[in-house]
């Protein structure tokens, strides 16, 4: 069609009167115009149609790129969980576990756990929650360790602490505390901070009956399930949404606006030091 419309533009009797001006004439800018418009519904199948009618890319989680993910925490700050058992408030301790309270205040800043399972409950040990709902996003910080940090304080009860699977392994993991487990010091395991309202919440998380759902994934040996009836899992489809203790949200306060006047006046006070030692 394109070549078609060229022809038709330049044919003797549109350009005997360009070779006598060297400027195209009425009939030949026509016939440009027609050329265009013919093609015009060619274009747009091209590009997929009406701009209009084109459905917008989705975008893509954010929580997909780890490496982005990499703020450092307040001193210490605290955090509410809403689960669907009741309301938990922790408080994180930067000096307890630099590194692990970083992970864990990317991680909840960003939505990480937000609509999560508790996936695992072993009565007077512990309560387990932190693989992400979307397959994808577990896939992406499967790997993404973070080294231990010294054992500042001890698993007592209503602490918060990473779970691992070895030496540097921990990622996106968490349980809290049902007793005192000095054992787990020995082990690595260090705390980042503390349940300081809502320790009957997570009591009442550990009277939940749990159940084998391996077959959904292998971490599930001890899946808390309410009102279930107890026949086996073989599949997701077993187990519905009303039957989970799920994590709805963790919110992560703003510094407040003193907070930071502080610190811009903290930054302003030490520019003269820093310029100094340059």
């Not at 787990?184 to 809502?198: A, K, M, N, R, Y």
């Amino acid at each position: 069609l394109q070549g078609l419309c060229l022809d038709v533009a330049r044919s003797p009797a549109n350009m005997r009167v360009a070779r006598t001006h060297q400027e195209p004439n009425v009939t030949h800018r026509l016939a440009r115009a027609a050329c265009s418009l013919a093609m015009l519904p060619l274009l747009l199948a091209a590009c997929g149609g009406d701009a209009d009618t084109a459905e917008p890319r989705p975008t893509a989680n954010p929580l997909l790129r780890p490496d982005r993910f990499a703020e450092t925490a307040p001193a210490t700050f605290r955090v509410h969980i809403e689960t669907s058992a009741g309301d938990v408030v922790l408080e994180l301790h930067r000096d307890w576990a630099p590194l692990g309270v970083d992970r864990f205040y990317n991680l909840a800043k960003n939505g990480f756990f937000d609509d999560s399972r508790v996936h695992r409950v072993v009565d007077g040990f512990m309560a387990q929650f932190g693989i992400h709902a979307d397959p994808y996003v577990t896939q992406a910080w499967k790997n993404q360790f973070i080294v231990d940090d010294p054992v500042v304080e001890t698993n007592s009860r209503g602490r918060v602490t990473f779970a691992k699977g070895g030496l540097h392994t921990r990622t996106t993991e968490l349980f809290i505390n049902y007793r005192d487990n000095p054992a787990l010091d020995q082990d690595g395991f260090s705390p980042i901070g503390e349940v300081i309202e809502g320790m009957d919440v997570v009591d009442a998380i550990a009277a939940v009956p749990t159940f084998d759902a391996s077959s959904i994934h292998g971490v599930f040996r001890s899946l808390p399930l309410r009102d279930f009836d107890g026949s086996p899992i073989t599949s997701a489809d077993d187990v519905s949404e009303e039957n989970l203790v799920v994590v709805n949200s963790i919110q992560v306060p703003e510094p407040s606006t003193v907070v930071l006047l502080l610190a811009a006046l903290v930054s302003t006070a030490m520019l003269p030091l820093r310029r100094r030692r340059d």
